[in-house]
């Protein structure tokens, strides 16, 4: 069973910076394709970057360009996203999630498990 376990979140000041980790176990990861999510109140879940395991290939939401990065750390197993620059516009609840296979996507179906969700918050 593949768990994603998130972490890292909080309340910061716009213009401040956060990183969030996702841990991943139960399975090995090097044919996954990873994706940070994230979901404002009365919005739908949206992409936010996507990383390809096997050769750190990304992809990121417009809106984060230039301020967000995602990595991963194969020993440990994790996903980072560092964000700097936060906006409150940024503030949601950020989730990890897995895909199988090489394919990058953006759509949230095409996502095989998720994390519970960190919760980000940005104060102007």
């Known amino acids: 069973q593949v768990q994603l376990v998130e972490s890292g979140g909080g309340l910061v000041q716009a213009g401040g910076s956060l990183r969030l980790s996702c841990a991943a176990s139960?399975?090995?990861?090097?044919?996954?394709?990873m994706g940070w999510f994230r979901q404002a109140p009365g919005k739908e879940r949206e992409v936010v970057a996507t990383?390809?395991?096997?050769?750190?290939?990304?992809y990121y939401a417009d809106f984060v360009k230039g301020r967000f990065t995602i990595s991963r750390d194969n020993a440990k197993n994790t996903v980072y996203l560092q964000m700097n620059s936060l906006k409150p516009e940024d503030t949601a609840v950020y989730y990890c999630a897995a895909k199988f296979g090489h394919t990058m996507s953006v759509l949230t179906a095409r996502y095989d498990y998720w994390g519970q969700g960190t919760q980000v918050t940005v104060s102007s």
């Open positions: 990383i390809r395991w096997s050769d750190s290939n990304t």
């Open positions: 139960g399975r090995t990861f090097s044919r996954t394709v």
